[in-house]
């Protein structure tokens, strides 16, 4: 697998980080941090997220897709495994990038969670003010 080549894109959610690398191939198959798709992510939600671009664009080509997600939780490394797969499709044909920003796919969501300040509790949650 070292000789062929592949198309390489990174895809960014929060604090998710996901390496995605697309090789050519007769049929569909994923491989997210050396296990099966359906192993890393039990639930149905997610995995409809990962392989949306791919329905999107219906390539009639087939990819293996090896991903290295890191960081974040399950549903942030859902979407940032998304956003990589779409980067990697618009490298791959670029005549795929209307449809993909069309549908928001290659805008990488840039929501963080606040920082906490000093004198609150959490980044708003105030004390309970007591008269006495």
């Known amino acids: 697998m070292a000789d062929k080549k592949y198309i390489a894109a990174i895809g960014r959610r929060k604090n998710a980080t996901a390496q995605v690398r697309l090789t050519p191939e007769s049929k ?10 359906d192993d890393y992510f039990t ?7 990962i392989q949306s671009p791919l329905a999107l664009v219906e390539t009639k080509d087939g990819f293996h897709i090896s991903i290295v997600v890191r960081g974040g939780g399950i549903s942030a ?3 940032a495994i998304r956003h990589g797969i779409a980067r990697a499709l618009e ?22 969670k606040e920082r906490k300040k000093p004198g609150l509790r959490k980044a708003r949650k105030r004390p309970a003010w007591s008269k006495r």
């Open 43 to 49: 639930v149905e939600e997610y995995r409809k997220v």
């Open 77 to 79: 490394q859902a979407d």
């Open 28 to 37: 569909r198959t994923f491989v997210i941090n050396e296990r099966a798709i």
């Open 91 to 112: 490298k791959y044909n670029a005549e795929l990038r209307g449809e993909l920003k069309s549908a928001g796919y290659l805008k990488r969501d840039p929501r963080r």
